[in-house]
């Protein structure tokens, strides 16, 4: 019987403010800019930067630092590399991080906090297990704390807390030690195919990959039905 259930974040709980990216652009298009790309030159950048480093997550198991990420970025558009300095890259970091805290993210969709309110009541212990690009921990916390979420959940997992990332054994271990449950006694949802379904399926947990954004406490019900 599955007691626990474990959450991947993005685009299974929630999606990004629908102006963040394209500020976060700006931004760079503004300030470190030197060959003049447009800002929408700059959001494919930044696009493919975050694209890059989530397949060296997954394939790695580890997790770059977003101040990494940022020097990549800052490389690409043409910034000498002897003025790009930990202390600027910290610097944007922190930039970046108060402008996602001002934009802040939106639901998935509006059955979310009732699916997660019947899950509590249902007596369902609760997790947050999530993969981070450039927004880490202590701003996701900050945020889910904003969204008024936070206390639906046990304990939550941040891929850059551990430094490890799904679909690594690493990961998923973590999960399980939190929980103090047995493997088939934990279910861990996500969208993400590999990241989600096959890191917790091979690891020995349930798993139920989200494919529709519209899903709802339906599809979870369901799930729990066929297979508890």
Not at 129 to 137: D, K, L, M, V
Request: proline share 3%; glycine share 4%; net charge neutral.
């Amino acid at each position: 019987m599955i007691k626990h259930i474990s959450f991947d974040l993005w685009l299974t709980l929630i999606k990004s403010h629908p102006e963040f990216k394209m500020k976060r652009a700006e931004y760079f298009c503004k300030e470190f800019n030197p060959l003049n790309f447009s800002s929408n030159e700059v959001l494919e950048i930044v696009k493919s930067t975050d694209k890059t480093c989530d397949r060296l997550n997954e394939i790695f198991g580890s997790k770059v630092p977003a101040v990494f990420m940022y020097h990549r970025i800052l490389r690409k558009l043409g910034n000498d590399s002897h003025i790009i300095s930990k202390e600027l890259t910290e610097e944007i970091k922190s930039v970046i991080d108060k402008l996602f805290l001002e934009l802040q993210p939106r639901f998935l969709n509006p059955t979310i906090i009732p699916m997660l309110t019947t899950l509590k009541n249902k007596g369902y212990t609760l997790n947050i297990s999530s993969n981070t690009g450039f927004i880490e921990c202590d701003i996701m916390v900050a945020t889910l704390k904003n969204m008024k979420i936070y206390e639906y959940f046990d304990f939550c997992i941040f891929s850059d807390e551990i430094s490890a990332s799904k679909p690594s054994d690493s990961f998923f271990q973590h999960v399980y030690q939190k929980s103090n449950l047995e493997k088939k006694e934990i279910l861990h949802i996500g969208d993400n195919y590999k990241a989600d379904y096959d890191g917790a399926i091979k690891f020995g947990f349930k798993a139920l990959h989200i494919t529709n954004s519209q899903y709802n406490i339906n599809d979870i019900t369901n799930y729990l039905q066929e297979n508890d």
